[in-house]
């Protein structure tokens, strides 16, 4: 294969990029989350019902 | 009902795990295409016989070109949501516009830095300063970068809405100007590849193609949904504190009156 | 938002008296700069000094000078700009000024129109000195005056506009002196290129179309000073 040290940059960067950026949402999220109340997460039906 | 929360998850619910297994299913699924399945680049010359053409470096635009696209996309969005933010002035908008101008910057960060990469070995350069798109993707990162930085100011959360609005809108504005005079601007060096469309386009390369503006288009999806939702309990933190605040001010914090405050917003909490 | 909105009392528009406001806040805006002499006294020296300070950083080759003379003039313009624009915003800040002027009955449109226009005269005559510090340090010669000045004061209409909306949309923050820099110099990128190529073929520099960038500099100049009198009118409301 030519040139995989500039695919393997390319891509990994990307993707490591995205990836600690989801992390990041998420950590957030849970840090913001005990803060309010669970009937102000619009995107939660029904509070504490819901399971994934 | 029952009893406080403590399950750890802030932003997530059942849809947007189903959206997360799907974006990292396909991403896996694209890597596999764009790194197994599809040929590299190599067009042999007509007369000479000999070998040209991109070779491996192909496979780093399944990736760029997506990007770019939702890039454009995420920005549009955010354009829309700005609008939405000066007609509605409410806070779904607001919240709405800066998780797109945030993932969209991340988008345009990656696009520049994949393109760079590409650019190497296929241009010959790490940084084409007669390419058109590659200078107009160039600034609008850095007006984003300048809408970010306005974000992370601290003042009254309705005029920064406003302000960012206007900022997000004024960026989208400048984008044809900015376009035309490169356009122009670039013309002196006699330089224009439009290396995509030489390209020998074949199913497969198509399909990889297209199949990345779906798996990465489902990452860019998940993660606008995430950042949206952050940027709403961000405000809703806020509205809390402050309602809790004034609260305590205003009836003199007797505990009574604090929890009727506090459960008017918030009426499921157990009060015991 | 319009002065049409804003009088809708009356049974016309009364265009003399929004051009009057117009001129009480640029003549208020410049009656300040001028009893403050900042701009005489620091703005016009910094841009010189810029000019000198590239004189000095590209090796005093006057030929090098001589073909990057206008990019780095434009260059200067901006950066000096900046500072014009930090003074004009701040005057709205002190001890309720927006409030008073609203009370006043003053159209917001006349309020951007008069701040823009004042910055503008400031930006004419920084541009005038700076052409002086062309002429004189890196020894250039002005081949097409009309296309010079018609530049000049397009690019300057368009800096003088969007820098006053940017310049009320940093205002009240604490990091405004490092966030407009960031904010408003990317949206003007292209008045950087198409006024530094304009002047490339007023100065004789490079073998351009300076006309027809001229036509983009006015396309710019009418996007701005329109783009930034609405924004203008959402940012500074209630």
């Not at chain 3, 604490?174 to 292209?190: D, K």
Request: charged fraction near 20%.
């Amino acid at each position: 294969m030519t040139h995989a040290g500039y695919l393997v940059a390319g891509w990994g960067i990307s993707l490591v990029v995205l990836g600690g950026y989801a992390l990041g949402l998420v950590r957030r999220g849970r840090r913001l989350a005990p803060r309010v109340p669970v009937d102000r997460r619009r995107w939660i039906d029904s509070p504490g019902s819901d399971r994934g | 009902m029952a009893g406080p929360d403590k399950r750890r998850d802030g932003t997530g619910s059942r849809g947007s795990r189903l959206l997360g297994a799907g974006a990292l299913v396909s991403v896996a699924a694209l890597i596999v295409l764009a790194f197994v399945a599809t040929d590299a680049d190599v067009r042999t010359h007509p007369t000479t016989g000999e070998e040209f053409g991109q070779f491996d470096a192909v496979r780093m635009l399944y990736l760029h070109v997506p990007l770019a696209v939702l890039m454009y996309v995420a920005f549009v969005v955010c354009a829309v949501a700005s609008a939405g933010v000066l007609l509605r002035r409410t806070a779904w908008w607001d919240v709405t516009a800066y998780a797109a101008a945030e993932v969209g910057t991340v988008l345009c960060g990656l696009v520049l830095v994949t393109g760079s990469i590409w650019g190497r070995p296929v241009w010959n350069t790490w940084w084409e300063w007669g390419d058109v798109r590659l200078m107009t993707t160039l600034v609008l990162f850095l007006l984003f970068v300048g809408y970010l930085a306005l974000r992370r100011t601290t003042t009254d959360p309705r005029l920064q809405a406003r302000r960012a609005a206007v900022v997000a809108l004024v960026a989208v504005l400048d984008i044809p100007l900015i376009n035309r005079s490169v356009v122009w601007w670039e013309n002196r060096t006699l330089h224009q590849q439009s290396t995509l469309a030489e390209l020998k386009i074949e199913d497969l390369t198509l399909f990889t193609l297209m199949f990345g503006f779906l798996a990465f288009g489902l990452v860019a999806w998940w993660l606008l949904v995430h950042r949206f939702r952050v940027g709403w309990l961000e405000q809703a933190a806020t509205d809390y504190d402050v309602a809790i605040a004034l609260a305590e001010r205003r009836f003199e914090t007797s505990a009574t009156d604090l929890d009727a405050a506090i459960g008017r917003r918030d009426n499921r909490e157990d009060p015991v | 938002m319009t002065p049409l909105a804003s009088m809708s009392g009356r049974p016309v528009v009364d265009v003399r008296r929004f051009l009057v406001d117009v001129r009480l806040v640029a003549g208020r805006d410049l009656w300040i700069e001028a009893r403050s002499r900042v701009v005489v006294a620091q703005v016009v020296p910094f841009a010189l000094l810029v000019l000198i300070l590239f004189g000095f950083a590209l090796d005093a080759d006057q030929r090098t000078l001589d073909t990057f003379a206008p990019g780095l003039f434009w260059v200067a313009v901006l950066f000096s700009a900046l500072l014009a624009v930090h003074r004009s915003a701040r005057l709205e800040q002190s001890d309720g000024t927006l409030d008073a002027l609203r009370m006043s009955g003053l159209a917001p449109l006349a309020l951007f129109l008069g701040k823009a226009t004042a910055v503008f005269v400031q930006l004419l005559a920084l541009e005038a000195v700076l052409v002086g510090g062309l002429l004189v340090f890196y020894g250039v010669e002005v081949e097409d005056p009309v296309l010079l000045i018609v530049a000049g004061v397009l690019a300057g209409a368009t800096v003088a506009s969007a820098g006053t909306l940017y310049g009320a949309l940093a205002s009240g923050l604490g990091v405004r002196e490092t966030l407009l820099p960031i904010l408003l110099l990317p949206v003007l990128a292209p008045v950087l290129i198409s006024a530094t190529r304009a002047f490339d073929d007023a100065l004789g520099v490079a073998a351009v179309d300076g006309w027809a960038w001229t036509g983009l500099l006015a396309a710019t100049a009418l996007v701005a000073t329109v783009v930034g009198a609405l924004a203008h009118g959402v940012l500074i409301e209630d």
